[in-house]
């Protein structure tokens, strides 16, 4: 079975600066997708980013971007020039890659609290 | 991107009473994927809803104290049975698309069972 692992329950960082979460996986197949999801106190999940594993060049959406090295079976995710809104619960994600557009299944993390500060 | 509501969106509920989650969808869509998430923890995939066939439950979870419909492309309901505190979370609607390989979802439905 697949699990994800995220080893940081919380993180803050300074208004403007970088922080990196981190997320660990474990799986024996070598085609899968991996996602980061935000959840602010609004309680809506909101896809920040995803990479898909065949792919070597990591994955950029504006400020956010990942760092996925797939011999390590490592998926971190990098915000930079950290702003107020970004303030809220990040979950990495998993799920196998069998061609099934979004109809399977996603195995999340325990998720990352990330605190900004003014 | 799909758009996905949830009825209720709370809800507080006595212990032994059942409270039934509706999910509705603005495009059909093949699969729709019940989670839970109990207070401060991750997500749980409770049942996989195929519109037309019988959902596929989880590990842990079962139809009687969880029934699931799905009686079209667009709308699922999940009922929480014969409830105890312990089923106090957040249920989450998701729904995937056949053209992305991401999921998106509802809302969320706060249940509080006292």
């Known amino acids: 079975a697949q699990t994800v692992t995220q080893s940081q329950p919380e993180m803050s960082v300074q208004e403007a600066e970088t922080v990196t979460l981190s997320c660990t996986y474990d799986?024996?197949?070598?085609?899968?997708?991996l996602f980061w999801y935000k959840q602010p106190p609004s309680r809506q999940m909101i896809l920040v980013i995803r990479q898909e594993a065949y792919k070597q060049q990591n994955a950029t959406e504006n400020r956010f971007s990942v760092n996925f090295q797939k011999a390590a079976k490592s998926f971190s995710l990098k915000i930079s020039d950290s702003q107020l809104g970004d303030a809220a619960m990040y979950f990495c994600?998993?799920?196998?890659?069998?061609?099934?557009?979004?109809?399977?299944?996603?195995?999340f993390g325990t998720g990352t609290r990330l605190t900004i500060i003014p | 991107s799909a758009v996905i509501s949830q009825k209720p969106s709370r809800d507080i509920c006595q212990r032994g009473t059942s409270l039934t989650i509706q999910c509705q969808v603005d495009s059909q869509v093949t699969m729709m994927f019940w989670y839970r998430q109990q207070p401060g923890q991750s997500l749980t995939l409770i049942a996989t809803a195929n519109q037309g066939s019988e959902a596929t439950y989880e590990s842990g979870f079962v139809i009687d104290k969880f029934p699931i419909s799905r009686p079209n492309l667009t709308f699922s309901t999940l009922t929480v049975s014969n409830m105890s505190p312990e089923d106090s979370s957040i249920y989450l609607c998701?729904?995937?698309?056949?053209?992305?390989?991401?999921?998106?979802f509802g809302p969320g439905t706060r249940l509080t069972v006292t």
């Open positions: 998701s729904v995937g698309t056949g053209w992305s390989y991401e999921q998106y």
């Open positions: 994600a998993y799920r196998r890659g069998i061609s099934n557009f979004g109809n399977e299944k996603l195995t």
């Open positions: 799986t024996s197949e070598s085609d899968y997708y």
